[in-house]
């Protein structure tokens, strides 16, 4: 399936997401989708062509449903998302949000199948990064550029993001060290990572139930490092038994720190050591579809493990903002998804918790197969 551009017949939907917030108040709800919710009902407005809008989202992603009942159900929960992207465009006016691949799901089912990150405590082996120089820092800076990021990938309905993270940290410091951009097991990981918090019962990294990444740094260090993708391939499943094969490793641990909550830190540590594994809250990223992400209000609470991948500014908007600094952010929800499986978010307050829990690979061990 093709990337949704802003070209997109979907977008046709965009003008009704951007109508005025002029009268609207922000509140807030003590429910568990606070975030959702925090916009004044959406009054007498009618959801305009609704019917047309969730048949081009068929056509776009390929959606069928067994049932005329399932169908029915799962217009509804477009209908509903529908409102929910208006609420957020209204408090993200410096994005676009509307429809996206996960129009037809609760923010529930969102949640349990796309998110995954688990606690925020730090395994023993988790040093604190070095405080570096930050005078001479470039304005703009995109890993993607230097050729140490991988193609973006897709975790299907497994929330495994912990994992993709974790890999594209160490692909990117693999590059580094080696010259050479490999993609490295996401499944490795899945299958055979439960490593655990022993001060904390039932915190393990969980294949598609949940981990995280410096735990699964842990584990790499432990296991002596990971295969390469095509050795073992991605299945999006968390049923099979571990097949790690120590003979095929092709990158190790051998260091890796916490980043502290200061912007200029995470810059120097992303130019310096190669992309960064950090969490994010995802709230706003299942009707995100591009521009860069600045919501008003958003939780700090970590849901989601993703790969900070560089830096800049842009003026880009629907409407006419003033020119945004932001994160440059890969994310594992295939390239149908956001610019092209990207997502930007500014940087400067912390958004979504974004600055909150950020992890590098300080330096690695190489193997040949």
Request: contains cysteine.
């Amino acid at each position: 399936m093709g990337s949704l551009s802003l070209s997109s017949p979907l977008l046709l939907l965009l003008p009704y997401l951007l109508l005025s917030a002029a009268a609207s108040t922000v509140t807030l709800d003590e429910s568990d989708d606070s975030l959702i919710r925090q916009v004044v009902s959406d009054g007498d407005d009618h959801l305009l062509n609704a019917e047309l809008h969730f048949s081009l989202f068929k056509s776009e992603f390929g959606k069928t449903y067994a049932t005329q009942e399932e169908h029915d159900y799962r217009f509804s929960v477009f209908k509903a998302n529908l409102r929910r992207a208006k609420r957020h465009q209204l408090l993200d006016p410096s994005a676009v949000h509307g429809v996206t691949k996960f129009s037809d799901l609760t923010p529930a089912e969102f949640r349990r199948s796309f998110l995954g990150l688990k606690r925020l405590k730090l395994p023993v082996d988790a040093h604190t990064a070095p405080i570096l120089p930050t005078n001479d820092l470039p304005t703009d800076f995109d890993w993607r550029d230097h050729g140490a990021v991988t193609g973006v990938k897709n975790q299907g309905s497994c929330g495994s993001c912990w994992s993709f993270s974790t890999t594209g940290a160490l692909e990117g410091a693999h590059y580094l060290a080696t010259g050479e951009l490999v993609s490295l097991s996401e499944q490795q990981l899945v299958d055979c990572d439960h490593e655990c918090d022993p001060e904390e019962y039932g915190a393990c990294d969980s294949g598609c139930s949940g981990g995280l990444m410096t735990t699964a740094f842990e584990y790499t260090l432990k296991a002596g490092g990971l295969e390469q993708e095509e050795d073992y391939p991605y299945t999006g499943t968390d049923r099979g038994t571990c097949k790690f094969d120590k003979s095929k490793i092709v990158a190790s641990v051998s260091n890796f720190s916490v980043v502290s909550l200061d912007e200029d830190q995470i810059a120097a540590n992303l130019v310096k050591n190669g992309p960064l594994a950090v969490g994010i809250n995802a709230v706003f990223m299942q009707t995100y579809i591009g521009g860069v992400s600045c919501p008003f209000i958003c939780s700090k609470h970590l849901d989601h493990g993703v790969l900070l991948v560089g830096y800049g500014a842009s003026g880009y908007s629907p409407i006419r903002f003033k020119e945004k600094p932001y994160w440059i952010i890969k994310n594992s929800w295939g390239e149908n998804w956001g610019e092209n499986g990207y997502y930007k978010i500014c940087r400067g307050r912390n958004i979504c918790g974004v600055d909150s829990m950020v992890s590098t690979v300080a330096s690695i061990h190489t193997s040949s197969q």
